[in-house]
């Protein structure tokens, strides 16, 4: 083989590395489909312990911000809490703890339930607080997003009852300092997976009625 040759063979055999593996270098994975990610989420409640970076940490969030909310309120606000012995103090006394004592990270969706607003009507009056009526449905649409893409990410994740259950929410509100206003709606451990449940068949044609009831 002459020098050109094995130039030009050096260069093609360089050329076909960087179709296959993309300008990073990284093999190139085809990303699993939204419908997958919905399909086959399922909750996570033992993690390896391992943690999950904060930049994984604010894609999960970024997702759970790109929900729908009324009106366009976003009331939501999020307490995360990555520090191992804070996570147990907070949350690790509570029923089925050991997933708090794993997790990575948790993350508290709490949603503000008033906000400073006009009433119906009264565009000149002063401002006073108002209710956000729908903070609970706005929220609980960020939290879905937040399990989709942990789970999008490898990861894993579960949604445990905050808000409206008294005992939850009380505990929670004092230890993370919530304004009066601020309740915590679901408390979501996140983490790298120690197991692998099958997700559920939950499909029922039953639950549908076409056209009429
Ligand atoms: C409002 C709500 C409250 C929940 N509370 C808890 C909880 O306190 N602890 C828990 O382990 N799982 C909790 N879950 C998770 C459910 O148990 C779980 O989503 C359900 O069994 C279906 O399983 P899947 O998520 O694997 O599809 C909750 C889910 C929702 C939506």
Same mark, same amino acid.
């Given at each position: 083989?002459?020098? @050109?040759?094995?130039?030009?063979?050096?260069?093609?055999?360089?050329?076909?590395?960087?179709?296959?593996? +993309?300008?990073?270098?990284?093999? =190139?994975?085809?990303?699993? #489909?939204?419908?997958?990610?919905?399909?086959?989420? @399922?909750?996570?409640?033992? !993690?390896?312990?391992?943690?999950? &970076?904060?930049?994984?940490?604010?894609?999960?969030?970024?997702?759970?911000?790109? *929900?729908?909310?009324?009106?366009?309120? =976003?009331?939501?606000?999020? /307490?995360?809490?990555?520090?191992?012995?804070?996570?147990? &103090?907070? !949350?690790? #006394?509570?029923?089925? #703890?050991?997933?708090?004592? @794993?997790? +990575? *990270? /948790?993350?508290?969706?709490?949603?503000? %339930? @008033? &906000?400073?607003?006009?009433?119906?009507?009264?565009?000149? +009056?002063?401002? =006073?607080?108002?209710?956000?009526?729908?903070?609970?449905?706005?929220? &609980?649409?960020?939290?879905?997003?937040?399990?989709?893409?942990?789970?999008?990410?490898?990861? +894993? *994740?579960? $949604? %445990?009852?905050?808000?409206?259950?008294?005992?939850?929410?009380?505990?929670?509100? *004092?230890?993370?300092?919530?304004?009066?206003?601020?309740?915590?709606?679901?408390?979501?451990?996140?983490?790298?997976?120690?197991?692998?449940?099958?997700?559920?068949?939950? $499909?029922?044609?039953?639950?549908?009625?076409?056209? =009429?009831?």
């Amino acid at each position: 083989m002459t020098y @050109t040759m094995k130039k030009i063979a050096v260069f093609a055999a360089f050329m076909v590395a960087f179709l296959i593996t +993309g300008c990073n270098g990284k093999a =190139q994975e085809s990303a699993p #489909s939204a419908l997958d990610v919905i399909m086959t989420r @399922t909750s996570i409640r033992s !993690f390896t312990g391992d943690p999950v &970076s904060k930049d994984q940490l604010e894609t999960i969030l970024k997702a759970g911000m790109a *929900a729908p909310t009324a009106m366009n309120g =976003q009331p939501w606000r999020f /307490v995360v809490v990555t520090d191992k012995d804070r996570m147990a &103090s907070v !949350f690790g #006394s509570g029923p089925r #703890s050991e997933m708090f004592n @794993t997790a +990575g *990270a /948790v993350i508290v969706v709490c949603g503000q %339930t @008033t &906000s400073k607003g006009r009433p119906f009507g009264q565009p000149d +009056g002063p401002e =006073q607080e108002m209710p956000n009526m729908f903070w609970f449905e706005d929220c &609980s649409a960020a939290a879905e997003n937040i399990l989709l893409a942990v789970k999008a990410l490898g990861l +894993g *994740a579960v $949604w %445990t009852a905050g808000y409206p259950a008294e005992d939850r929410v009380a505990p929670i509100a *004092a230890a993370l300092g919530l304004p009066d206003n601020v309740k915590p709606l679901c408390i979501i451990p996140v983490g790298v997976p120690a197991e692998d449940p099958a997700p559920k068949d939950k $499909w029922n044609p039953d639950n549908i009625h076409w056209e =009429q009831w």
